[in-house]
């Protein structure tokens, strides 16, 4: 039996464990395109499977690491770093309490999604007029620039990200580039 787990035990582990290195490789560099972000999260699943998987059919080799010093210093940092991660003082919380500063891009991009075309024309300098034919080109209907990113995605059975990145990708052409980079 116990070979019989080893022998894709192992193999789960080191797969998802490649996948979950990859898509987080990507993730850490912002490269999140087509489904990264969802692999990452629920394949890791696989990688705690598999991790768990593998110890417990190599449970005799796993339990000497704890007569090992080094190994005992990895494991004890690597203890201490996942209990420090779980404290608010590095971030918000769910109920969005202050322990740190959130993201400002994901912060950025809700507040523009919640907004008017009319004040990311503001923002973007360009005009309502401009985002509206420029969205209406890709086939994306606005009613009004007077309605919110949500609006036009809910009326266009659309994602608001993907609406406020065409939106955004459009006026990055309108704009004046001022030589700022940001």
Do not use: C
């Amino acid at each position: 039996m116990a070979q019989t787990l080893k022998s894709w035990a192992t193999p789960l582990a080191i797969g998802a464990f490649t996948i979950s290195a990859v898509t987080g490789i990507l993730i850490f560099f912002d490269l999140e395109i087509g489904i990264i972000e969802p692999v990452h999260k629920w394949l890791s699943w696989l990688l705690v499977t598999g991790v768990l998987l593998h110890l417990s059919s190599n449970w005799n080799g796993f339990t000497r690491y704890f007569s090992i010093k080094p190994a005992l210093g990895i494991i004890g940092a690597a203890l201490i770093v996942t209990v420090a991660s779980l404290l608010p003082i590095f971030g918000k919380d769910d109920e969005g309490k202050e322990g740190g500063k959130e993201r400002t891009g994901k912060v950025a991009a809700q507040l523009l999604e919640s907004s008017s075309l009319e004040t990311i024309a503001l923002v973007t300098k360009t005009t309502p007029k401009l985002l509206v034919e420029q969205l209406e080109k890709n086939g994306i209907m606005v009613k009004a620039p007077s309605l919110t990113i949500q609006e036009i995605a809910s009326n266009n059975g659309k994602n608001k990200r993907e609406i406020l990145g065409a939106v955004l990708g459009q006026a990055k052409g309108f704009a004046g580039n001022d030589g700022d980079n940001d």
